[in-house]
């Protein structure tokens, strides 16, 4: 089994800045891809950006430019920063964890972490 924790959310003017992490544990994972997605009250969920274990990037259009998707050299986490918050990116964001799982093979496995609260208000 593999965990993803998540941490960084918070409260935070318009204008203002927050970092996400998202860092995995347990069984020995080879990643494909990790990404964020978020759930504003009263909607889906949806994408934020993703980020490949090639380090190609995929950004929803509303946070491009201002949010910025790395993972670290091992690969076993990934972090979202975000500038220029704005009241319409509060939401639950949540880690997203896509690969191969190592239990006597490799299988794959998709895995979803527990959801930081991020809130823009002033």
């Known amino acids: 089994q593999v965990q993803l924790v998540e941490s960084g959310g918070g409260l935070v003017q318009p204008g203002g800045s927050l970092r996400l992490a998202c860092v995995t544990s347990?069984?020995?994972?080879?990643?494909?891809?990790m990404g964020w997605y978020r759930r504003a009250p009263g909607k889906e969920r949806e994408l934020v950006a993703t980020?490949?274990?090639?380090?190609?990037?995929n950004y929803a259009d509303a946070v491009k430019g201002r949010f910025t998707i790395s993972t670290d050299n091992a690969k076993s986490g990934v972090y979202l920063q975000m500038n220029n918050l704005k009241p319409e990116d509060t939401a639950i964001y949540y880690c997203?964890?896509?690969?191969?799982?190592?239990?006597?093979?490799?299988?794959?496995?998709?895995?979803w972490g527990q959801g930081t609260q991020v809130t823009v208000s002033s």
């Open positions: 997203n964890a896509d690969g191969f799982e190592f239990g006597g093979s490799w299988l794959p496995k998709n895995y």
């Open positions: 347990g069984s020995r994972f080879s990643m494909n891809a």
């Open positions: 980020i490949t274990s090639g380090g190609s990037t």
